[in-house]
């Protein structure tokens, strides 16, 4: 079967890589020539473990090809994924104008039947909207099918989650299109992949209702982290007393300076919108935004709390992006952390083993390093913004003597306060108790 993927962004060259892995013909077509040329030497336009093998592998295999012709994208595909960017607009609501212009480009084009297949994540009522968009602008009527197949897939792991996801949603009006995009799954049926066929303002509701929930169990379990602060009690222990409750689960309750990311902070915005549109107030989303963005500054405030003042002082930063093993930066709490440092008049000097040149461009006030030792050079403080896997294990002996003063302010309870501690450094984490050096 052939299938062309509209977007070579994160989720549209995922996607495109690993239905080529699943043995498909697949055409991933996007209008930026300069990226198409990239891509088509296997260049990937962003950092994320294993993609750039399974794109070469591809290429090579004559399985995974790229345009920039939306004709031919259309004409050789039964199946079109739409995956182009759905942008939050200041109001919080998502744009689609990039979905309706490619619906418009789908329609000029189509000569037989199509399976239209929406990746993005959209508002419900975003199938109908895409149906109009493509009748209105078909040459002569042709029939075809709206597919929403909302993918899930977390950064640093998305190639894993393509592969062996924990379900696939199918929402779709008729039984040809549900036939045929279970087709394209086969391959799952091997692990016995759960399929959630249903309708489409269903399917779409879904990605949007998942998303938001995680965000508020990540600004639950901060509510709770700045409690157990204030009472002396240990939020990391609470968290897995919590999560060792089937019910509850212990995914999402690990506190830290907030969520960040492509998703959460957009889906919740949209949902928040789309109930606001609906005349339904999805309070508990409007908290779990709020709680976040709070979070992110009662970080500033802990650091300074921490060396008194901030104000001519310098904290090494470790970590940029919003999670290990990505380089996105998009609403990464370490932006607005770092930001409300350099303001306070703290010089900042901090590593990131993939976001560092991106960081350096939206915050050329920072320094930036090339290791956690260099960034932590004469610093009053070192702070953890990201759990990368190679902070996990930091020489102290060697920071030591680097550092003006030994602090260290874990933002992601790394590491365990006892241990730190003994070997000498002030020990500050969130929602555990304070650790002094011994």
Not at 419 to 436: D, L
Request: aromatic residues 6%; hydrophobic residues 40%; contains cysteine.
């Amino acid at each position: 079967m052939h299938i062309s993927v509209i977007g070579t962004g994160y989720v549209g060259l995922v996607t495109g890589a690993c239905f080529a892995e699943f043995g498909l013909n697949v055409i991933c077509m996007d209008t930026d020539a300069k990226r198409i040329g990239k891509l088509e030497k296997g260049e990937v336009p962003f950092y994320e473990p294993g993609i750039t093998e399974l794109v070469a592998e591809g290429i090579r295999d004559g399985r995974l090809t790229f345009t920039t012709d939306i004709a031919k994208a259309v004409d050789e595909a039964l199946v079109i994924f739409i995956a182009v960017g759905t942008p939050s607009r200041s109001d919080g609501s998502a744009d689609l104008s990039y979905v309706e212009e490619v619906g418009r480009g789908i329609a000029r084009h189509m000569t037989s039947y199509k399976v239209i297949a929406t990746k993005s994540t959209v508002p419900v009522g975003t199938g109908e909207k895409v149906r109009a968009v493509i009748t209105a602008s078909q040459k002569n009527p042709v029939r075809f099918d709206i597919v929403s197949n909302p993918e899930f897939l977390r950064e640093g792991s998305a190639i894993e989650d393509f592969l062996r996801p924990n379900r696939i949603i199918i929402g779709a009006d008729g039984a040809e299109a549900v036939a045929i995009m279970k087709d394209l799954y086969r391959p799952l049926y091997l692990i016995e992949t759960p399929i959630v066929i249903t309708d489409i303002p269903t399917a779409e509701m879904i990605k949007y209702a998942s998303n938001a929930f995680l965000a508020t169990k990540v600004s639950f379990i901060n509510e709770i982290a700045n409690l157990c602060e204030k009472v002396g009690a240990d939020v990391q222990i609470v968290s897995k007393g919590m999560g060792l409750d089937h019910r509850i689960g212990s995914k999402f309750l690990h506190a830290g300076p907030g969520f960040g990311g492509s998703c959460f902070p957009k889906d919740v915005a949209a949902l928040i919108q789309t109930g606001d549109r609906a005349g339904s107030e999805m309070q508990i989303a409007k908290a779990a935004a709020a709680v976040n963005e709070r979070q992110k500054l009662a970080m500033v405030g802990k650091i300074e709390r921490a060396l008194g003042s901030l104000k001519g002082k310098t904290v090494g930063v470790l970590g940029l992006s919003f999670k290990p093993n990505t380089n996105d930066l998009r609403e990464a709490p370490a932006l607005t952390i770092i930001e409300g440092l350099l303001n306070a008049g703290c010089a900042v000097r901090a590593y990131d083993p993939a976001a560092l040149e991106e960081g350096s461009k939206l915050l050329p006030k920072m320094t930036p390093c090339g290791d956690p030792y260099e960034a932590a050079k004469g610093s009053d403080a070192l702070v953890i913004l990201t759990e990368w896997n190679q902070f996990r294990n930091l020489e102290f002996d060697r920071l030591k003597t680097l550092m003006r003063q030994p602090v260290l302010i874990d933002l992601r309870n790394v590491y365990e306060p006892e241990r730190v501690a003994g070997m000498g450094f002030r020990y500050v984490s969130v929602g555990r108790p304070e650790r002094t050096p011994k």
